[in-house]
Every structure is written in C-alpha cells, then in structure tokens.
T-cell receptor, first 113, second 114 residues
Framework: DTGVSQNPRHKITKRGQNVTFRCDPI?????LYWYRQTLGQGPEFLTY????????KSRLLSDRFSAERPKGSFSTLEIQRTEQGDSAMYLC???????????FGEGSRLTVL | QKEVEQDPGPLSVPEGAIVSLNCTYS??????FMWYRQYSRKGPELLMY??SSGNKEDGRFTAQVDKSSKYISLFIRDSQPSDSATYLC??????????????WGLGTSLAVNP
C-alpha cells in the first residue's frame, strides 16, 4: 500500500458544472477526512467518516457539497453547480482510531473558470 | 485573534543554518501539538507529534512546547535544500484521535539556499 491516493490530481471546470473527486485511503485506516486548502492557508476541515458513517460535517460544507463512503473504503466528494470560490486544493486524509497522525493524499486541485 | 498564529514568512536561509519555526496559540486547553511539512502541490506530511510540554527530537528536527507561554517551536539543524517547504503547525485540545478538531496555522514558507 503506497498511501492515500486521490484523483484526479487537477480538474478545470466551468462555473455551474459538477465535479467529483475520489479518495482511496490506506487500507487498514477506518477514518477518512476531507479538507480544503487555499493558497497561504492551513487545511480547513470539511467532513469525516468512520467506516461508512459520515460522523461530522463542517458548516463550511454547503448544500452543494456531498461526500460518500459507501463501503467504508474509498470516498467521493461531489461539488454541484461549482462556483469560482470553490477553487482550492481538496485534500483527503486517513487515520487509524485514536491516533493523532493524519496521512494525507497529494490532493485534488480544482480550478473553476 | 486567531486561535493559532504562525508567521507565513517567507523565510530564506543558507544551507547548513539552524532554522527556528514558531507558532503561538491562545487556547490553554490545547494538549496535542503537531508539525506538518508540505511540499509545493503535495499534501502535508507529519513531521513531529508531541503531547503537553517538553521537547522531542528526531534526527535533525526538534519540537518544543512551552504551555506556560502558549508557544511551540520546530528547530531544524543543518538545514538542507530538500527542507524547502511550507511548515504547518496544528494542535488540538481533545484526544489524539480527534483530528477533525485540529486547529491549523497558516504555514511558514521556508527556502534553504545551496
């Protein structure tokens, strides 16, 4: 297992289109997180899964955002009706329970024109 | 006032220098402190993880926590060009597994010049 995998690495889309990102966590990790990061900022927490259950969503996550982890393995983050303000790096991370170490993927960069 | 303050830099040093990176915080309940390194266009990777006050050393890296001053530091000895990256501090008050409650600094951009 080579770590957390995210794709696509970069997505360019027009405003109003829908986009979906995929994250494959480290296989033995049951916790999966989505973060958003813009230039010059630290990661902002979006949502978190333990196995297939979505346990928490940030208030940053508007109705246009939805995340799933149907079988407790990979996860998808969908953004509907994209806006220019959605342009950011979307980071996925995984961890084992009760550890402080997050393992991040390389991120999916979204550019909304 | 932000919960975690971190000077964004940029910080530029010659190869071999000792680098000092710092964060201050306002929430006295923080107990878990982390330093992440982020290369350009990559995700962050954990460098150091400390609980409560004290020092922790790992190779050329030393993390210090001073809870009385609400101040944490990361020192890099014998800095190398490969250390050029953004260094993010992160901290939380809750148990180690509560990563969704991590509060992040903005990151300090470091350039080590050959």
């Amino acid at each position: 297992d080579t770590g957390v995998s995210q794709n696509p690495r970069h997505k360019i889309t027009k405003r109003g289109q829908n986009v979906t990102f995929r994250c494959d966590p480290i296989s033995e990790h049951n916790r999966l997180y989505w973060y958003r990061q813009t230039l010059g900022q630290g990661p902002e927490f979006l949502t978190y899964f333990q196995n297939e259950a979505q346990l928490e969503k940030s208030r940053l996550l508007s109705d246009r955002f939805s995340a799933e982890r149907p079988k407790g393995s990979f996860s998808t983050l969908e953004i509907q009706r994209t806006e220019q303000g959605d342009s950011a790096m979307y980071l996925c991370a995984s961890s084992q329970p009760n550890t402080g170490e997050l393992f991040f993927g390389e991120g999916s960069r979204l550019t909304v024109l | 006032q932000k919960e975690v303050e971190q000077d964004p830099g940029p910080l530029s040093v010659p190869e071999g220098a000792i680098v000092s990176l710092n964060c201050t915080y306002s929430n006295s309940a923080f107990q878990y402190f982390m330093w992440y390194r982020q290369y350009s266009r990559k995700g962050p990777e954990l460098l150091m993880y400390t609980y409560s006050s004290g020092n922790k050393e790992d190779g050329r890296f030393t993390a210090q926590v001073d809870k009385s001053s609400k101040y944490i530091s990361l020192f890099i000895r014998d800095s190398q060009p490969s250390d050029s990256a953004t260094y993010l501090c992160a901290m939380s008050a809750n148990n180690a597994g509560n990563n969704r409650k991590l509060i992040w600094g903005l990151g300090t951009s470091l350039a080590v010049n050959p």
